[in-house]
């Protein structure tokens, strides 16, 4: 299994930037590809960044710009880096894997638990 802890949500004011930590642990292989998610009450979880290999991101449209996703392969780590952050930013932010593990075949998913970003006016 795979255990990923997201840190460094908060409240911050529009504008501001907040720098979102998930570490994963447990008996990892490789992962394949790490990033973010968001949720907004009311709303369907949304991908906000991923990366691969350290070289290819993603991001969604909404973000691109503001947002910088990095990744740490000696630490299993991903970093988000949110900058002039708007109102609409408000969600909690899951951190989500893809990974295989140690002495089992297959490529699974991992989701963290979340972490919550508020954006005030």
């Known amino acids: 299994q795979v255990q990923l802890v997201e840190s460094g949500g908060g409240l911050v004011q529009a504008g501001g930037s907040l720098r979102l930590s998930c570490a994963a642990s447990?008996?990892?292989?490789?992962?394949?590809?790490i990033g973010w998610y968001r949720q907004a009450p009311g709303k369907q979880r949304e991908l906000v960044a991923a990366?691969?290999?350290?070289?290819?991101?993603n991001y969604a449209d909404s973000v691109k710009g503001r947002f910088t996703i990095s990744r740490d392969n000696a630490k299993n780590t991903v970093y988000l880096q949110m900058n002039s952050l708007k109102p609409e930013d408000t969600a909690v932010y899951y951190c989500?894997?893809?990974?295989?593990?140690?002495?089992?075949?297959?490529?699974?998913?991992?989701w963290g638990q979340g972490t919550q970003v508020t954006v005030s006016s």
């Open positions: 989500n894997a893809v990974a295989t593990i140690i002495a089992t075949p297959g490529v699974w998913e991992y």
């Open positions: 447990g008996s990892i292989f490789s992962i394949n590809a």
């Open positions: 990366i691969s290999d350290g070289i290819s991101t």
